[in-house]
T-cell receptor
Framework: SQQGEEDPQALSIQEGENATMNCSYK?????LQWYRQNSGRGLVHLIL?????REKHSGRLRVTLDTSKKSSSLLITASRAADTASYFC???????????FGKGTKLSVKP | KAGVTQTPRYLIKTRGQQVTLSCSPI?????VSWYQQTPGQGLQFLFE???????NKGNFPGRFSGRQFSNSRSEMNVSTLELGDSALYLC????????????FGNGTRLTVT
């Protein structure tokens, strides 16, 4: 069963613009992770935010976490064509031993 | 460090056959997880192995099984294949710490005809 739900399902922007993707989840979590998947390949870990953190940065990535709303957002600033990929959130829930992934946001960055 | 290696990359099988997929984790990673990815269902957790023992299992029928060897390499097997088993099967390895990021292979694309 899906724990996280990303929104929007698809996003198309121009190079240089910012891209924001949202994730909502259902149960209490230990941490939330974001992954990127290029077409037909495996997922690549981008960033992890723990349940006691509210914001985290890594390069052009900014992640926020609101545990009261059970939601997270991923912001990619100054996007590039190479950022074109699907982005997934994954939760490590307190009652489960494995990561559960949402269905992803498909980001298209046009040059 | 070499990444996670999955073989074969592509596989075409017929309904009713069985298939075995292989995964070699990153050196030093003792946890191996398997996921099935389809357009309709997204990424679904199959099972996780740690030190040759199945630690977690997803909601899949008994036709899906796996194992892990003493060198942490893992295999998954699907018996009596159905058309709906067509998917990208992803293996991921990680350190055994809680919340440790998963390192994925590029997957095995299974097509059942």
């Amino acid at each position: 069963s899906q724990q996280g739900e990303e929104d929007p399902q698809a996003l198309s922007i121009q190079e240089g613009e910012n891209a924001t993707m949202n994730c909502s989840y259902k149960t209490s979590i230990n941490n939330l992770q974001w992954y990127r998947q290029n077409s037909g390949r495996g997922l690549v870990h981008l960033i992890l935010i723990r349940s006691n953190e509210r914001e985290k940065h890594s390069g052009r990535l900014r992640v926020t976490l609101d545990t009261s709303k059970k939601s997270s957002s991923l912001l990619i600033t100054a996007s590039r064509a190479a950022d074109t990929a699907s982005y997934f959130c994954a939760t490590d829930g307190r009652s489960q031993g494995n990561l559960i992934f949402g269905k992803g946001t498909k980001l298209s960055v046009k040059p | 460090k070499a990444g996670v290696t999955q073989t074969p990359r592509y596989l075409i099988k017929t309904r009713g056959q069985q298939v075995t997929l292989s995964c070699s984790p990153i050196s030093g990673h003792r946890s191996v997880s398997w996921y099935q990815q389809t357009p309709g269902q997204g990424l679904q957790f199959l099972f996780e192995y740690f030190s040759e023992t199945q630690r977690n299992k997803g909601n899949f029928p008994g036709r899906f099984s796996g194992r892990q060897f003493s060198n942490s390499r893992s295999e998954m097997n699907v018996s009596t294949l159905e058309l709906g088993d067509s998917a990208l099967y992803l293996c991921a390895s990680s350190l055994s710490q809680p919340g440790a990021p998963l390192h994925f292979g590029n997957g095995t694309r299974l097509t059942v005809t």
